[in-house]
């Protein structure tokens, strides 16, 4: 896949993780274990809304963007992006994520 200025793309789906195949997160399980995993796996998550699309990738930033197709409908152009922060990894600790 190429985009606009002839830079290449592989697309490809990663296999699943053993976090990912677990139907579920146990309670018990405190909060920064669940995040250091996400961060770890440099996973994001997604939430597409009727315009905008936002894009959480765990430990590194979110961004907020929007998405449309060319006319033949096979190239995605992104018409608008911003990012809405940036995530420094020293600022928060361990305790920010406890239950109160």
Request: hydrophobic share 25%.
């Amino acid at each position: 896949m190429k985009t606009e200025n002839s830079e290449e793309y592989i697309c490809q789906l990663p296999e699943p993780s053993v976090y990912q195949k677990s139907e579920y997160v146990d309670v018990d399980t405190p909060a920064r274990e669940i995040i250091t995993k996400l961060e770890k796996d440099k996973s994001c998550s997604y939430r597409v809304d009727s315009y905008w699309i936002y894009e959480v990738c765990h430990g590194r930033h979110i961004k907020q963007f929007h998405e449309e197709r060319d006319a033949s409908n096979k190239k995605v152009l992104v018409k608008q992006a911003f990012f809405l922060g940036y995530i420094d990894e020293t600022s928060y600790s361990s305790a920010d994520l406890e239950p109160k």
